[in-house]
């Protein structure tokens, strides 16, 4: 849950009510490919309930996704096919935002672009110290003094949390058809 408060804390009000009007709410069972290697991929998708099982040819499943976890983020930024396939494990509920939607609004709202893109920054940063903390570990090195572990939240970002938080819920509530 916290990946998606790095998002959601960097966004306005009003972008993450385009968010959930422009997304589509995807309920999906086990084993439904949300994401396949190799093969382009017009959706970014943020996890809104369950799992999904990351899984590279060749080696096998590396990651397992929950709540609040993005997808397809990488693709999204640098426009190559993904380097793994993302598929539900068990029933998954995500919010699908197609590419070219999201891309429209970052030509016609500056703010909204500077607003995504430092977020996914963010979000991509943290996820690539998890990774190179966990191979770091892995060979026998002890973590760094002061590392964030997968539990902890960066203190900058403490004061955005109850409001990244409020408007998870209220993504959820809209997406779900509850009033907001």
Not at 38 to 46: M, N, R, S, T, V
Not at 92 to 120: H, M, P, Q, S, W
Request: with cysteine; aromatic share 6%; net charge negative.
């Amino acid at each position: 849950m916290r990946k998606v408060l790095y998002i959601l804390g960097n966004l306005s009000d009003e972008d993450v009510e385009w968010m959930a009007r422009a997304g589509k709410r995807l309920d999906v069972g086990d084993g439904h490919a949300l994401v396949r290697q190799g093969q382009p991929a017009e959706q970014l998708y943020i996890v809104l309930e369950g799992h999904a099982l990351v899984e590279v040819a060749g080696v096998g499943t590396v990651a397992r996704l929950g709540s609040g976890e993005v997808i397809g983020e990488v693709s999204f930024v640098d426009s190559a096919p993904p380097s793994a396939t993302v598929s539900a494990d068990g029933r998954c509920i995500a919010l699908a935002l197609n590419r070219r939607d999201v891309e429209a609004r970052l030509r016609t709202d500056g703010g909204f672009a500077g607003r995504f893109y430092k977020a996914l920054a963010i979000f991509l940063a943290d996820r690539l110290r998890g990774t190179v903390d966990r191979l770091a570990y892995g060979k026998g090195q002890a973590m760094a003094a002061g590392a964030i572990m997968e539990d902890e939240l960066d203190e900058g970002l403490l004061d955005q949390v109850s409001l990244a938080g409020a408007r998870f819920d209220r993504m959820l509530k809209t997406l779900m058809g509850a009033p907001a």
